[in-house]
């Protein structure tokens, strides 16, 4: 059976503009893993019977900053990773806006440092999103995220800048990427599986240019795979 993904985003001109070249790299980028690779940009006229004609959602810059948890798109969103669905967000956290998103898919947006270079490096697991995946460098706009601790997550990719602090600001605390010389790795992408279904959330992708990064461009092929359990 073909294997279909559908690519959910925001085509409004802004900071994050998916139609000024980041649409061509991502559907590039994950038609080479699913059969076919549509894209929407009206992610709340979904229902539950929409998702579940794809096989992988892949959610980027989906504006979900004020949506209600009653929302149908929202609530299908949930049903759907639920009952095994799988599902990527990338770059904007924003299903984190609601509570119960954030409880879902492992955390929330907070901030970001000024666009930078940062050094990127696999986290120290065994996972297999992680074969063959090399340390790299990629001028990006990383996230400040609280991260959800009752969720078991698996770190896939940290920051190494010699950033990053714990700080007990705010509801669950986070890792302040702004911190120089921290030593700490902050936590940049991870997977886990939620119900039946499997979610991984990845910070880089601002704009184009993170997305014609090879080693990422590699990483995320790898990330579709595994959602569709290919690994």
Known sequence: MKKRALICSDFEPGFHYFLNGTQDEMVHIFNEVFDSVHVTDDFFSKTIADFTKYDCL???????????????????????????????????ISPGAIDEGAQVFG?????????????????????????????????????????EEFIEKTILLNCVNDDGRICARGPIPHQDIYAKNGGIKVPIAWCHEFGKGRIIYTCPGH?????????????????????????
């Open 58 to 92: 892949i959610l980027y810059n989906v504006p979900l900053f004020g949506a209600k948890r009653s929302d149908n798109a929202f609530t299908g969103l949930i049903d759907y990773v639920v009952n095994g669905g799988s599902i990527i967000v990338i770059h904007i």
């Open 107 to 147: 955390g929330r947006f907070r901030m970001h440092p000024p666009y930078n270079r940062y050094r990127i490096e696999p986290a120290d697991v065994s996972h297999p999103i992680l074969e063959g995946i090399e340390p790299f460098e990629i001028d990006d706009e990383l996230h400040q995220l609280y991260t």
């Open 207 to 231: 704009n184009a240019e993170s997305f014609k990064n090879p080693e990422y461009r590699r990483f995320l092929k790898r990330c579709g795979k595994w959602l569709l359990r290919k690994l």
